[in-house]
């Protein structure tokens, strides 16, 4: 059974710090996903990794796959309070189906 | 272009009730995936439907059925519920069965009292 662990759980930074969130999975696959998802609202799309070493960047967050390690970081670049959220990185195996992590709330403090 | 649809929003039902949870995929789509995340958690895969056939089917017992339409909407039906079936249903579309990104509704909420 897959299982893709995400950490840290939770997560309070200040806001121009830089962090880290890890995705690690058990076992291969290329296609790995990271949402965001705002309190009571559904899950949206942020990155799309296909390919072992690639690498997304869109505004303060980079996502990174590395497919032989079975990990996948979101790096955050001086965090700012609307990054608060949770995010959730999927494993797409066969079929199209998607395993999730737990989730990281983020949490940006002034 | 249309994206997900999901009804209703929010639903409130008592246990041993039954319930249909309704999803109207993205235009140009096939295929339709349904999650369920309980508070705190993150989705759970339920099943998929491809072409109005079943396409995989995640641990969920065989109370939790769906039905896909030619016009590939979807619902997804709950017989006998249960207080832990209070939840997230999140309905997601995708142009395929394999390897396509897939699309997310804005979800149903189902409180089981």
């Known amino acids: 059974e897959l299982k893709v662990e995400q950490n840290p759980l939770f997560l309070s930074m200040q806001e121009g710090k830089n962090y880290t969130i890890y995705c690690n999975y058990s076992?291969?696959?290329?296609?790995l996903y990271w949402y965001r998802q705002d309190p009571g609202k559904s899950l949206e799309s942020l990155f799309v990794?296909?390919?072992?070493?690639a690498v997304k960047q869109e505004g303060r967050l980079m996502a990174s796959l590395d497919t032989k390690a079975r990990l996948s970081t979101l790096h955050i670049t001086a965090a700012v309070h609307d990054l608060s959220a949770t995010y959730f990185c999927?494993?797409?195996?066969?079929?199209?189906?998607?395993?999730f992590g737990e989730g990281t709330q983020l949490t940006v403090n002034p | 272009e249309t994206g997900v649809t999901q009804s209703p929003t929010h639903l409130i039902k008592t246990r041993g009730q039954q319930v249909t949870l309704r999803c109207s995929s993205q235009?140009?789509?096939?295929?339709v995936s349904w999650y369920q995340q309980a508070l705190g958690q993150g989705p759970q895969f339920i099943f998929q439907?491809?072409?109005?056939?079943?396409?995989g089917r995640g641990n969920f017992p065989p109370r939790f059925s769906g039905l896909q339409f030619p016009n590939y909407s979807s619902e997804l039906n709950v017989n006998a519920l249960e207080l832990d079936d209070s939840a997230l249903y999140l309905c997601?579309?995708?142009?395929?069965?394999?390897?396509?990104?897939?699309?997310f509704g804005p979800g149903t909420r189902l409180t089981v009292l």
């Open positions: 999927a494993v797409e195996t066969s079929g199209s189906r998607l395993t």
């Open positions: 235009s140009g789509h096939n295929t």
């Open positions: 076992t291969t696959s290329d296609r």
């Open positions: 990794l296909l390919s072992n070493g």
């Open positions: 997601a579309s995708s142009p395929g069965q394999n390897y396509n990104e897939q699309f």
């Open positions: 439907y491809y072409r109005e056939e079943e396409n």
